[in-house]
């Protein structure tokens, strides 16, 4: 069983930084995909980014330029440098897991946003002014 939990969130004003973080325990190799996931009041969730088995990158292009997802394999911990932020980026954030597929050929990939199935309880971002 995969556990997630996010800390890092908060309020902050337009133009300002946040950078939240996800301790991960439970992922014992390294083919798991994850990311960054967000959902504002009245919206659906939405995938901010990701990193696969590989450590491939993928931002929504939202986040492209501003936002930075990075991990670090030695504290299990996920994290998402959050710069120049809007009032749009206000949402709950949460980070997600899943275990990645494998082609024939051996190679692993990253499963459709659909399918994570392992989420933290989410931090709230609030930016305004």
């Known amino acids: 069983q995969v556990h997630l939990v996010e800390s890092g969130g908060g309020s902050v004003q337009p133009g300002g930084s946040l950078r939240l973080s996800c301790v991960v325990s439970?992922?014992?190799?390294?083919?798991?995909?994850m990311g960054w996931f967000r959902q504002a009041p009245g919206k659906e969730r939405e995938s901010v980014a990701d990193?696969?088995?590989?450590?491939?990158?993928t931002y929504r292009d939202f986040a492209k330029g501003r936002f930075t997802i990075s991990k670090d394999n030695a504290k299990n911990t996920l994290y998402l440098q959050m710069n120049s932020l809007k009032p749009e980026d206000t949402a709950m954030y949460y980070c997600?897991?899943?275990?990645?597929?494998?082609?024939?050929?051996?190679?692993?990939?990253?499963?459709?946003?659909?399918?994570?199935?392992?989420w933290g309880q989410g931090t709230q971002v609030t930016v305004s002014s």
């Open positions: 997600a897991a899943v275990l990645g597929r494998r082609t024939d050929l051996g190679i692993w990939y990253c499963p459709p946003e659909y399918e994570y199935n392992f």
């Open positions: 990193i696969d088995a590989y450590d491939i990158i």
């Open positions: 439970g992922a014992t190799n390294s083919r798991y995909c």
